[in-house]
């Protein structure tokens, strides 16, 4: 498995966190930062992971940061990804399960480090149901 990973200021320690978790299961990341906590641009590092994943280069993407929002906001306007902000292990599971989000984003500043790992996991243990949640995606596209 691959997954490309990105974050602003917010978020790189969280970001650290799951790499060296999900690295250790054997898992292939691609990370393009930040890595520190001088301030950036969530979109800057938004769109790098989110081209990735419309690409076909990795099998999904996740983003950190402060909030959630700005990531998700940013990953929303790419026509090819579906971007669930989760922030409860059960809330992942069903953003894959319902939704079928090819990418998460994660609030870092209201999530400790050991519950952003727990809700990447069930984001990433689920599976997508298809059927009557299948009309209902193709209706996102406006
Ligand atoms: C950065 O201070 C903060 O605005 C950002 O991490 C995020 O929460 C934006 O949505």
């Not at 399960?97 to 400790?112: K, M, T, Y």
């Not at 990447?120 to 298809?130: L, Q, S």
Request: aromatic share 6%; hydrophobic share 35%; proline share 3%.
């Amino acid at each position: 498995m691959k997954v490309a990973i990105g974050c602003d200021h917010a978020g790189y320690e969280l970001k650290d966190h799951l790499i060296a978790v999900l690295k250790e299961g054997g898992v292939e990341i691609n990370d393009h930062g930040t890595n520190g906590p001088d301030s950036v641009d969530y979109p800057d590092f938004g769109h790098a992971v989110c081209s990735e994943v419309e690409a076909g280069e990795v099998d999904f993407g996740i983003l950190i940061c402060g909030t959630a929002n700005g990531m998700a906001m940013t990953a929303n306007k790419h026509a090819g990804i579906r971007c669930g902000l989760c922030w409860t292990p059960e809330i992942a599971s069903l953003t894959k399960q319902h939704n079928n989000a090819n990418v998460i984003a994660l609030p870092a500043r209201f999530l400790s480090l050991d519950e952003g790992l727990n809700i990447t996991k069930a984001y990433m243990e689920a599976t997508y149901e298809g059927g009557r949640h299948q009309k209902r995606i193709d209706k996102i596209a406006c």
